[in-house]
Protein backbone atom coordinates (compact mmCIF):
# COMPACT_ATOMS: atom_id res chain seq x y z
CA UNK A 1 0.00 0.00 0.00
CA UNK A 2 1.02 3.64 -0.57
CA UNK A 3 0.08 6.33 1.58
CA UNK A 4 0.56 10.45 1.70
CA UNK A 5 0.09 12.93 5.01
CA UNK A 6 0.71 16.43 4.86
CA UNK A 7 0.97 17.30 1.33
CA UNK A 8 0.21 20.40 -0.51
CA UNK A 9 -0.42 21.35 -3.67
CA UNK A 10 -0.13 24.72 -5.69
CA UNK A 11 -3.14 24.75 -8.59
CA UNK A 12 -2.93 27.35 -11.26
CA UNK A 13 -4.56 27.17 -14.43
CA UNK A 14 -4.12 29.81 -16.79
CA UNK A 15 -6.40 28.35 -19.77
CA UNK A 16 -9.71 29.34 -18.21
CA UNK A 17 -10.48 32.24 -21.14
CA UNK A 18 -9.98 35.02 -18.12
CA UNK A 19 -8.31 35.38 -15.14
CA UNK A 20 -6.45 32.45 -13.75
CA UNK A 21 -7.43 29.92 -11.07
CA UNK A 22 -5.59 29.73 -8.06
CA UNK A 23 -6.57 26.75 -5.41
CA UNK A 24 -4.42 25.26 -2.52
CA UNK A 25 -4.69 21.76 -1.04
CA UNK A 26 -4.20 21.36 2.07
CA UNK A 27 -3.20 19.23 3.78
CA UNK A 28 -4.01 16.26 1.46
CA UNK A 29 -3.66 13.10 2.54
CA UNK A 30 -4.19 10.11 0.31
CA UNK A 31 -4.03 6.19 0.59
CA UNK A 32 -3.93 3.75 -1.78
CA UNK A 33 -4.32 -0.08 -0.88
CA UNK A 34 -3.85 -3.41 -3.61
CA UNK A 35 -1.20 -2.04 -5.67
CA UNK A 36 0.08 -4.62 -8.31
CA UNK A 37 1.66 -4.34 -11.88
CA UNK A 38 0.23 -6.13 -13.46
CA UNK A 39 -2.80 -5.20 -11.70
CA UNK A 40 -4.37 -8.30 -11.00
CA UNK A 41 -7.41 -6.67 -8.68
CA UNK A 42 -8.97 -3.18 -8.06
CA UNK A 43 -6.90 -0.85 -6.36
CA UNK A 44 -8.52 0.57 -3.40
CA UNK A 45 -8.05 5.00 -3.10
CA UNK A 46 -9.12 7.10 -0.34
CA UNK A 47 -8.14 11.02 -0.61
CA UNK A 48 -8.71 13.37 1.84
CA UNK A 49 -8.22 17.59 1.58
CA UNK A 50 -8.74 21.31 2.53
CA UNK A 51 -9.25 23.25 -0.62
CA UNK A 52 -8.31 27.11 0.05
CA UNK A 53 -8.24 30.34 -2.15
CA UNK A 54 -4.77 31.34 -3.16
CA UNK A 55 -1.35 30.40 -3.16
CA UNK A 56 -1.45 29.47 0.51
CA UNK A 57 -3.27 27.40 2.67
CA UNK A 58 -5.37 29.33 5.72
CA UNK A 59 -5.93 27.88 9.42
CA UNK A 60 -9.65 27.87 8.56
CA UNK A 61 -12.57 28.97 5.96
CA UNK A 62 -11.75 25.66 4.15
CA UNK A 63 -13.69 23.42 1.83
CA UNK A 64 -13.36 19.89 2.36
CA UNK A 65 -12.87 17.01 -0.47
CA UNK A 66 -12.91 13.39 0.25
CA UNK A 67 -12.70 11.17 -2.75
CA UNK A 68 -12.53 7.38 -1.87
CA UNK A 69 -13.45 4.14 -4.46
CA UNK A 70 -12.02 1.83 -6.76
CA UNK A 71 -10.24 1.80 -9.78
CA UNK A 72 -8.43 -0.51 -12.34
CA UNK A 73 -6.99 0.41 -15.78
CA UNK A 74 -10.39 -0.34 -17.44
CA UNK A 75 -12.88 0.92 -14.90
CA UNK A 76 -13.65 2.25 -11.69
CA UNK A 77 -16.01 3.97 -9.13
CA UNK A 78 -15.42 6.64 -7.14
CA UNK A 79 -17.65 8.33 -4.50
CA UNK A 80 -16.99 12.08 -3.85
CA UNK A 81 -17.98 14.10 -1.38
CA UNK A 82 -17.64 18.10 -1.16
CA UNK A 83 -18.46 20.55 1.63
CA UNK A 84 -18.43 24.72 2.22
CA UNK A 85 -16.79 25.47 -1.66
CA UNK A 86 -17.28 28.94 -2.31
CA UNK A 87 -18.42 29.80 -5.52
CA UNK A 88 -16.26 32.38 -6.12
CA UNK A 89 -13.02 30.53 -5.67
CA UNK A 90 -13.85 28.75 -9.39
CA UNK A 91 -15.45 32.30 -10.71
CA UNK A 92 -12.40 32.09 -13.37
CA UNK A 93 -13.95 29.11 -14.89
CA UNK A 94 -17.28 30.72 -15.22
CA UNK A 95 -16.69 34.23 -16.00
CA UNK A 96 -15.31 33.27 -20.27
CA UNK A 97 -19.01 32.14 -20.53
CA UNK A 98 -20.58 34.13 -17.74
CA UNK A 99 -19.19 37.64 -16.85
CA UNK A 100 -21.61 38.69 -13.23
CA UNK A 101 -20.13 37.71 -10.33
CA UNK A 102 -21.39 34.91 -8.79
CA UNK A 103 -21.38 34.11 -4.59
CA UNK A 104 -22.84 30.97 -3.12
CA UNK A 105 -21.92 27.70 -1.02
CA UNK A 106 -21.60 24.53 -2.78
CA UNK A 107 -22.06 21.25 -1.09
CA UNK A 108 -22.16 17.79 -3.15
CA UNK A 109 -22.33 13.93 -3.09
CA UNK A 110 -21.64 12.11 -6.18
CA UNK A 111 -20.34 9.55 -7.71
CA UNK A 112 -18.52 8.90 -10.84
CA UNK A 113 -18.28 5.74 -12.29
CA UNK A 114 -16.10 4.72 -16.15
CA UNK A 115 -15.84 1.93 -18.27
CA UNK A 116 -15.12 0.82 -21.54
CA UNK A 117 -18.99 1.65 -22.03
CA UNK A 118 -18.70 5.56 -21.31
CA UNK A 119 -18.40 7.83 -18.19
CA UNK A 120 -21.27 8.22 -15.79
CA UNK A 121 -21.75 10.20 -13.07
CA UNK A 122 -24.84 10.11 -10.05
CA UNK A 123 -24.83 13.42 -7.82
CA UNK A 124 -27.07 12.40 -5.01
CA UNK A 125 -27.55 15.99 -3.71
CA UNK A 126 -26.39 19.21 -4.56
CA UNK A 127 -27.00 21.96 -2.67
CA UNK A 128 -25.96 25.67 -3.53
CA UNK A 129 -26.82 28.01 -0.81
CA UNK A 130 -26.96 32.01 -0.47
CA UNK A 131 -26.88 32.26 -4.21
CA UNK A 132 -26.03 36.12 -4.74
CA UNK A 133 -25.84 36.96 -9.00
CA UNK A 134 -24.69 40.46 -8.53
CA UNK A 135 -25.51 43.35 -10.87
CA UNK A 136 -26.57 46.60 -9.59
CA UNK A 137 -29.51 47.41 -11.52
CA UNK A 138 -30.90 43.60 -11.60
CA UNK A 139 -29.37 41.40 -8.60
CA UNK A 140 -30.63 37.87 -8.03
CA UNK A 141 -30.60 36.18 -4.84
CA UNK A 142 -31.57 32.42 -4.08
CA UNK A 143 -31.64 31.13 -0.64
CA UNK A 144 -30.58 27.79 -1.65
CA UNK A 145 -31.03 25.53 -4.90
CA UNK A 146 -30.54 21.99 -4.84
CA UNK A 147 -30.83 19.02 -6.47
CA UNK A 148 -31.43 15.61 -6.46
CA UNK A 149 -30.81 12.02 -7.91
CA UNK A 150 -28.92 13.69 -11.14
CA UNK A 151 -27.66 10.57 -13.57
CA UNK A 152 -25.76 11.60 -16.11
CA UNK A 153 -24.31 9.34 -19.04
CA UNK A 154 -21.85 11.15 -20.83
CA UNK A 155 -22.05 7.88 -23.74
CA UNK A 156 -25.42 8.10 -24.21
CA UNK A 157 -25.84 11.84 -23.71
CA UNK A 158 -28.40 11.37 -21.55
CA UNK A 159 -29.41 13.52 -18.18
CA UNK A 160 -31.72 12.91 -15.55
CA UNK A 161 -32.77 14.52 -12.38
CA UNK A 162 -35.41 13.47 -9.75
CA UNK A 163 -35.93 16.77 -8.44
CA UNK A 164 -34.93 20.16 -8.44
CA UNK A 165 -35.85 22.81 -5.33
CA UNK A 166 -35.87 26.48 -5.22
CA UNK A 167 -36.00 28.50 -2.23
CA UNK A 168 -36.79 31.85 -2.11
CA UNK A 169 -35.30 33.56 -5.54
CA UNK A 170 -35.60 36.74 -6.29
CA UNK A 171 -35.34 38.65 -8.74
CA UNK A 172 -35.27 41.92 -11.47
CA UNK A 173 -36.46 41.06 -14.77
CA UNK A 174 -35.50 44.50 -16.67
CA UNK A 175 -35.34 46.20 -19.96
CA UNK A 176 -34.33 49.08 -21.07
CA UNK A 177 -35.62 51.98 -23.59
CA UNK A 178 -33.59 50.43 -26.56
CA UNK A 179 -35.22 47.49 -25.48
CA UNK A 180 -32.32 45.31 -24.17
CA UNK A 181 -32.90 43.00 -21.57
CA UNK A 182 -30.56 42.89 -18.59
CA UNK A 183 -29.84 38.70 -18.97
CA UNK A 184 -28.11 40.73 -22.40
CA UNK A 185 -25.21 42.06 -20.76
CA UNK A 186 -24.65 39.24 -18.59
CA UNK A 187 -23.45 36.89 -21.79
CA UNK A 188 -19.93 37.64 -23.52
CA UNK A 189 -20.74 38.64 -27.31
CA UNK A 190 -20.96 35.51 -29.37
CA UNK A 191 -17.67 34.55 -31.49
CA UNK A 192 -18.12 34.05 -34.71
CA UNK A 193 -18.21 30.49 -36.20
CA UNK A 194 -15.20 28.74 -38.18
CA UNK A 195 -16.34 27.79 -41.54
CA UNK A 196 -16.36 24.08 -42.23
CA UNK A 197 -13.58 22.46 -44.09
CA UNK A 198 -15.06 21.96 -48.21
CA UNK A 199 -15.96 18.48 -47.86
CA UNK A 200 -16.64 17.49 -44.43
CA UNK A 201 -19.72 18.26 -42.74
CA UNK A 202 -20.02 20.51 -39.71
CA UNK A 203 -19.36 19.11 -36.20
CA UNK A 204 -22.90 19.97 -35.11
CA UNK A 205 -24.03 17.79 -38.06
CA UNK A 206 -22.82 14.75 -36.55
CA UNK A 207 -23.68 15.51 -32.97
CA UNK A 208 -26.81 13.37 -31.25
CA UNK A 209 -29.00 15.93 -29.25
CA UNK A 210 -28.51 15.27 -25.61
CA UNK A 211 -31.74 13.55 -23.85
CA UNK A 212 -32.93 16.24 -20.75
CA UNK A 213 -35.27 14.71 -18.44
CA UNK A 214 -36.96 15.98 -14.97
CA UNK A 215 -39.26 14.74 -13.06
CA UNK A 216 -40.24 17.44 -10.47
CA UNK A 217 -39.11 21.20 -9.87
CA UNK A 218 -40.34 22.99 -7.24
CA UNK A 219 -40.06 26.52 -6.31
CA UNK A 220 -41.18 28.27 -3.24
CA UNK A 221 -41.13 32.02 -2.10
CA UNK A 222 -40.36 33.82 -5.20
CA UNK A 223 -40.59 37.23 -6.14
CA UNK A 224 -39.54 38.83 -9.28
CA UNK A 225 -39.64 42.39 -10.37
CA UNK A 226 -40.53 43.53 -13.43
CA UNK A 227 -39.86 46.48 -15.27
CA UNK A 228 -40.09 47.14 -19.22
CA UNK A 229 -39.47 50.61 -19.91
CA UNK A 230 -40.01 49.47 -24.13
CA UNK A 231 -43.40 48.05 -24.09
CA UNK A 232 -43.51 49.12 -27.62
CA UNK A 233 -41.09 48.69 -29.78
CA UNK A 234 -40.06 51.85 -31.14
CA UNK A 235 -42.53 53.96 -29.42
CA UNK A 236 -42.04 56.07 -26.05
CA UNK A 237 -44.35 54.65 -23.71
CA UNK A 238 -44.32 54.44 -19.89
CA UNK A 239 -42.75 52.14 -18.30
CA UNK A 240 -44.15 48.95 -17.18
CA UNK A 241 -43.76 48.17 -13.62
CA UNK A 242 -45.15 44.60 -12.25
CA UNK A 243 -44.52 43.05 -8.63
CA UNK A 244 -44.66 39.40 -8.42
CA UNK A 245 -44.36 37.75 -4.76
CA UNK A 246 -45.15 34.59 -3.33
CA UNK A 247 -44.39 32.79 -6.26
CA UNK A 248 -45.17 28.65 -6.02
CA UNK A 249 -44.61 26.82 -9.08
CA UNK A 250 -44.51 22.84 -9.16
CA UNK A 251 -44.00 21.37 -12.46
CA UNK A 252 -43.37 17.33 -13.16
CA UNK A 253 -42.08 14.97 -15.69
CA UNK A 254 -40.53 17.98 -17.91
CA UNK A 255 -38.23 16.98 -21.11
CA UNK A 256 -37.42 20.61 -22.46
CA UNK A 257 -35.02 19.34 -25.12
CA UNK A 258 -37.33 16.61 -26.53
CA UNK A 259 -38.59 17.37 -30.12
CA UNK A 260 -41.79 15.69 -29.12
CA UNK A 261 -42.91 15.14 -25.46
CA UNK A 262 -46.20 14.74 -23.76
CA UNK A 263 -47.81 17.90 -21.73
CA UNK A 264 -46.12 18.30 -18.20
CA UNK A 265 -48.34 18.73 -15.15
CA UNK A 266 -48.17 22.38 -13.45
CA UNK A 267 -48.97 23.89 -11.26
CA UNK A 268 -48.16 27.90 -10.49
CA UNK A 269 -49.50 30.34 -7.99
CA UNK A 270 -48.44 33.92 -7.20
CA UNK A 271 -49.92 37.84 -6.26
CA UNK A 272 -49.11 40.43 -8.75
CA UNK A 273 -49.21 44.01 -7.52
CA UNK A 274 -47.84 47.43 -8.71
CA UNK A 275 -46.93 50.35 -6.46
CA UNK A 276 -50.07 52.46 -6.93
CA UNK A 277 -52.05 49.82 -4.98
CA UNK A 278 -51.58 48.25 -1.43
CA UNK A 279 -53.47 45.09 -1.42
CA UNK A 280 -51.95 42.29 -4.69
CA UNK A 281 -53.77 40.34 -6.66
CA UNK A 282 -53.51 36.92 -7.13
CA UNK A 283 -53.61 34.01 -9.65
CA UNK A 284 -53.59 30.38 -9.32
CA UNK A 285 -53.24 27.53 -12.24
CA UNK A 286 -53.41 24.18 -12.56
CA UNK A 287 -53.22 22.07 -14.95
CA UNK A 288 -51.03 20.82 -18.03
CA UNK A 289 -47.97 22.67 -19.96
CA UNK A 290 -46.49 21.26 -23.33
CA UNK A 291 -43.53 22.40 -25.60
CA UNK A 292 -43.79 20.49 -28.64
CA UNK A 293 -46.13 21.52 -29.50
CA UNK A 294 -46.66 24.37 -27.25
CA UNK A 295 -50.22 24.06 -24.87
CA UNK A 296 -51.68 24.63 -21.99
CA UNK A 297 -54.88 23.43 -20.37
CA UNK A 298 -56.22 24.06 -16.86
CA UNK A 299 -57.82 25.66 -14.18
CA UNK A 300 -57.17 28.85 -13.95
CA UNK A 301 -57.82 31.52 -11.03
CA UNK A 302 -57.32 35.05 -10.94
CA UNK A 303 -58.45 37.85 -8.42
CA UNK A 304 -57.82 41.61 -8.62
CA UNK A 305 -55.10 41.26 -11.44
CA UNK A 306 -54.09 44.78 -12.19
CA UNK A 307 -54.68 45.05 -15.63
CA UNK A 308 -54.22 48.78 -15.92
CA UNK A 309 -50.47 48.15 -15.16
CA UNK A 310 -50.00 46.18 -18.54
CA UNK A 311 -51.75 49.41 -20.29
CA UNK A 312 -48.31 50.72 -22.05
CA UNK A 313 -48.25 47.04 -24.08
CA UNK A 314 -51.68 48.18 -25.43
CA UNK A 315 -52.42 51.84 -24.68
CA UNK A 316 -50.78 53.04 -27.84
CA UNK A 317 -53.78 51.56 -29.79
CA UNK A 318 -56.70 53.40 -27.69
CA UNK A 319 -57.64 56.87 -27.81
CA UNK A 320 -57.98 56.81 -23.90
CA UNK A 321 -55.89 56.50 -20.34
CA UNK A 322 -56.86 53.54 -18.64
CA UNK A 323 -56.12 54.83 -14.80
CA UNK A 324 -57.87 51.54 -13.11
CA UNK A 325 -58.81 47.83 -14.00
CA UNK A 326 -58.74 44.48 -12.50
CA UNK A 327 -59.84 41.99 -13.53
CA UNK A 328 -61.30 38.22 -12.23
CA UNK A 329 -61.67 35.02 -13.75
CA UNK A 330 -62.30 31.30 -12.47
CA UNK A 331 -62.59 29.01 -14.84
CA UNK A 332 -61.22 26.58 -17.54
CA UNK A 333 -58.14 27.49 -20.17
CA UNK A 334 -57.55 25.43 -22.99
CA UNK A 335 -54.26 26.33 -25.61
CA UNK A 336 -52.94 24.50 -28.80
CA UNK A 337 -50.19 26.03 -30.80
CA UNK A 338 -50.54 24.69 -34.85
CA UNK A 339 -49.38 25.39 -37.69
CA UNK A 340 -52.14 27.64 -39.63
CA UNK A 341 -53.06 29.25 -35.94
CA UNK A 342 -53.85 28.66 -32.34
CA UNK A 343 -56.67 26.62 -31.10
CA UNK A 344 -58.39 28.39 -28.05
CA UNK A 345 -61.45 27.39 -25.91
CA UNK A 346 -62.04 29.49 -22.72
CA UNK A 347 -64.95 29.02 -20.46
CA UNK A 348 -65.60 30.22 -17.04
CA UNK A 349 -66.81 33.64 -15.42
CA UNK A 350 -65.30 37.07 -16.00
CA UNK A 351 -65.31 40.41 -13.88
CA UNK A 352 -63.63 43.78 -14.84
CA UNK A 353 -63.50 45.68 -11.71
CA UNK A 354 -62.88 49.54 -10.18
CA UNK A 355 -62.63 50.21 -13.86
CA UNK A 356 -61.78 54.03 -14.88
CA UNK A 357 -61.21 55.72 -18.69
CA UNK A 358 -60.43 59.00 -18.78
CA UNK A 359 -60.46 61.18 -22.02
CA UNK A 360 -56.50 61.53 -24.14
CA UNK A 361 -57.26 65.35 -22.93
CA UNK A 362 -56.27 64.98 -19.67
CA UNK A 363 -52.47 63.92 -20.82
CA UNK A 364 -50.05 66.93 -20.90
CA UNK A 365 -50.43 68.36 -24.44
CA UNK A 366 -46.55 68.77 -26.23
CA UNK A 367 -45.03 72.26 -27.11
CA UNK A 368 -44.79 72.47 -30.72
CA UNK A 369 -41.68 74.66 -31.42
CA UNK A 370 -42.52 75.49 -35.08
CA UNK A 371 -45.77 77.58 -36.02
CA UNK A 372 -48.60 74.63 -36.37
CA UNK A 373 -49.76 74.40 -40.02
CA UNK A 374 -52.96 72.14 -39.44
CA UNK A 375 -56.20 72.04 -37.13
CA UNK A 376 -54.64 69.14 -34.91
CA UNK A 377 -51.73 71.41 -34.22
CA UNK A 378 -53.72 74.56 -33.94
CA UNK A 379 -55.82 73.28 -31.19
CA UNK A 380 -52.26 72.11 -29.49
CA UNK A 381 -50.89 75.09 -29.44
CA UNK A 382 -53.94 77.20 -28.26
CA UNK A 383 -53.76 74.67 -25.11
CA UNK A 384 -50.45 74.76 -24.97
CA UNK A 385 -50.73 78.80 -24.53
CA UNK A 386 -53.77 79.32 -22.60
CA UNK A 387 -54.68 79.26 -19.28
CA UNK A 388 -56.40 77.70 -16.82
CA UNK A 389 -59.69 79.33 -17.41
CA UNK A 390 -59.30 79.94 -21.06
CA UNK A 391 -58.52 76.10 -21.52
CA UNK A 392 -62.30 75.13 -19.24
CA UNK A 393 -63.78 78.33 -22.04
CA UNK A 394 -62.40 76.07 -24.79
CA UNK A 395 -64.03 73.01 -23.22
CA UNK A 396 -67.23 74.68 -22.38
CA UNK A 397 -67.86 75.66 -26.10
CA UNK A 398 -66.37 72.32 -28.02
CA UNK A 399 -68.00 70.09 -25.54
CA UNK A 400 -64.87 68.23 -24.59
CA UNK A 401 -64.41 67.77 -20.80
CA UNK A 402 -60.14 68.18 -20.00
CA UNK A 403 -59.46 65.12 -17.82
CA UNK A 404 -63.16 64.10 -17.56
CA UNK A 405 -64.19 60.19 -17.23
CA UNK A 406 -65.75 59.27 -19.90
CA UNK A 407 -66.31 55.50 -18.22
CA UNK A 408 -66.30 53.85 -14.98
CA UNK A 409 -67.79 50.98 -13.14
CA UNK A 410 -67.53 49.40 -9.80
CA UNK A 411 -68.79 45.91 -11.52
CA UNK A 412 -68.65 44.19 -14.89
CA UNK A 413 -70.04 40.02 -14.36
CA UNK A 414 -70.16 38.08 -17.52
CA UNK A 415 -71.33 34.69 -16.25
CA UNK A 416 -71.04 31.96 -18.22
CA UNK A 417 -68.46 32.76 -21.22
CA UNK A 418 -67.82 29.88 -23.97
CA UNK A 419 -64.92 30.82 -26.27
CA UNK A 420 -63.91 28.20 -29.50
CA UNK A 421 -61.66 29.90 -31.74
CA UNK A 422 -60.24 27.52 -34.35
CA UNK A 423 -58.14 28.44 -36.97
CA UNK A 424 -59.78 28.46 -40.43
CA UNK A 425 -63.64 28.74 -38.51
CA UNK A 426 -66.00 31.33 -37.22
CA UNK A 427 -64.92 32.80 -33.23
CA UNK A 428 -67.89 31.13 -31.56
CA UNK A 429 -68.69 33.65 -28.50
CA UNK A 430 -71.38 32.99 -25.95
CA UNK A 431 -72.21 34.16 -22.85
CA UNK A 432 -74.80 33.04 -20.19
CA UNK A 433 -75.77 36.48 -18.50
CA UNK A 434 -74.14 40.05 -18.32
CA UNK A 435 -74.50 42.22 -15.01
CA UNK A 436 -73.14 45.80 -14.69
CA UNK A 437 -73.28 47.55 -11.60
CA UNK A 438 -72.45 51.30 -10.01
CA UNK A 439 -71.44 52.57 -13.81
CA UNK A 440 -70.82 56.00 -14.89
CA UNK A 441 -70.56 56.96 -18.66
CA UNK A 442 -69.84 60.09 -20.77
CA UNK A 443 -71.97 60.12 -23.89
CA UNK A 444 -71.54 62.58 -26.66
CA UNK A 445 -72.68 62.46 -30.07
CA UNK A 446 -69.28 64.43 -31.54
CA UNK A 447 -69.82 66.78 -34.75
CA UNK A 448 -69.39 64.67 -37.32
CA UNK A 449 -72.41 62.14 -35.44
CA UNK A 450 -70.30 59.67 -34.17
CA UNK A 451 -70.52 58.61 -30.34
CA UNK A 452 -67.15 59.43 -28.59
CA UNK A 453 -67.43 55.71 -27.40
CA UNK A 454 -67.18 54.60 -31.24
CA UNK A 455 -63.40 55.74 -31.12
CA UNK A 456 -62.02 54.15 -28.16
CA UNK A 457 -59.99 51.85 -30.09
CA UNK A 458 -57.98 53.15 -32.52
CA UNK A 459 -59.38 51.94 -36.15
CA UNK A 460 -58.99 53.30 -39.44
CA UNK A 461 -62.77 54.46 -39.07
CA UNK A 462 -61.96 56.08 -35.25
CA UNK A 463 -58.76 57.87 -36.70
CA UNK A 464 -60.30 59.90 -39.13
CA UNK A 465 -63.02 60.49 -37.05
CA UNK A 466 -60.44 61.82 -34.17
CA UNK A 467 -59.19 63.86 -37.13
CA UNK A 468 -62.61 65.52 -38.33
CA UNK A 469 -63.29 66.52 -34.49
CA UNK A 470 -60.17 67.94 -33.70
CA UNK A 471 -60.41 70.52 -36.87
CA UNK A 472 -63.88 70.90 -36.29
CA UNK A 473 -63.18 71.82 -32.69
CA UNK A 474 -60.73 74.12 -33.49
CA UNK A 475 -62.72 76.22 -35.82
CA UNK A 476 -65.31 76.25 -33.35
CA UNK A 477 -62.29 77.19 -31.35
CA UNK A 478 -61.12 80.48 -33.68
CA UNK A 479 -64.85 81.10 -33.69
CA UNK A 480 -65.78 79.43 -37.66
CA UNK A 481 -68.42 77.40 -38.49
CA UNK A 482 -66.99 73.74 -37.85
CA UNK A 483 -67.44 72.14 -41.59
CA UNK A 484 -67.53 67.95 -41.03
CA UNK A 485 -67.80 65.55 -43.29
CA UNK A 486 -69.49 61.82 -42.91
CA UNK A 487 -66.88 59.27 -41.74
CA UNK A 488 -65.73 57.33 -44.62
CA UNK A 489 -66.28 53.46 -44.56
CA UNK A 490 -63.03 51.40 -44.33
CA UNK A 491 -62.54 49.15 -47.30
CA UNK A 492 -62.59 45.37 -45.80
CA UNK A 493 -59.87 43.55 -46.21
CA UNK A 494 -60.38 40.80 -48.90
CA UNK A 495 -59.55 37.72 -46.79
CA UNK A 496 -60.80 38.62 -43.49
CA UNK A 497 -62.23 35.26 -42.45
CA UNK A 498 -65.95 33.51 -41.94
CA UNK A 499 -68.00 36.08 -39.48
CA UNK A 500 -67.73 35.57 -35.53
CA UNK A 501 -70.87 34.31 -33.95
CA UNK A 502 -71.61 35.71 -31.33
CA UNK A 503 -74.90 34.90 -28.35
CA UNK A 504 -75.27 36.83 -25.57
CA UNK A 505 -77.80 36.23 -23.07
CA UNK A 506 -79.77 38.52 -20.83
CA UNK A 507 -77.64 42.13 -19.10
CA UNK A 508 -78.57 43.84 -16.56
CA UNK A 509 -77.78 47.18 -15.77
CA UNK A 510 -78.09 48.30 -12.01
CA UNK A 511 -76.96 51.90 -10.11
CA UNK A 512 -75.87 53.93 -13.42
CA UNK A 513 -75.39 57.20 -14.24
CA UNK A 514 -74.92 58.31 -18.09
CA UNK A 515 -74.17 62.06 -18.66
CA UNK A 516 -75.33 62.91 -22.08
CA UNK A 517 -74.69 65.89 -24.73
CA UNK A 518 -75.16 66.40 -28.48
Given at each position: QFELEGGVVHWRDAATGGAPAVLTLAPLAVQVKNVHWPMKEPLDLALKTQLHAGEAAKEEGGATLSVQGQATT???KLAIELQQLPLQWVQSYIEAHFKPQLSATLNADAELAWSEAGVVAQVKEFTADKLLLQDKQAPVQVEQIKLKGVHVDVAQQQVQLEAVEVQKPQLSALRDAQGHWMYERWLPQARPAKAAKPGKPGKSAAEKPWNVKLAALAVDGGAVRLRDAAPVQGQAAEPV????SALR??????????TKAAPSPLEVSAKLGTGRRVQAGSLHFRGQLGLTPVSAQGQLQVQALPLHAFEPYFGHKLNVDLVRADGNFRGKLNYLAQPKGPQVSVQGDVELTDLRVRSTL??????EKDKP????GALTAVLNDSTADRAKALSARTGLGLGDDLLAWKTLAVRGLDLNMRPAQPLHISVRET??????????VQRNGRINLQDIVKTEKSEQSVAQNEQANAQVAAGEKPAVEKVAEPAKPEDSGPAPIINVGPIVLTGGKVQFSD
Open positions: QDGELDVVRLGAFEPLAAAPVQETTAKALSDFFARVI
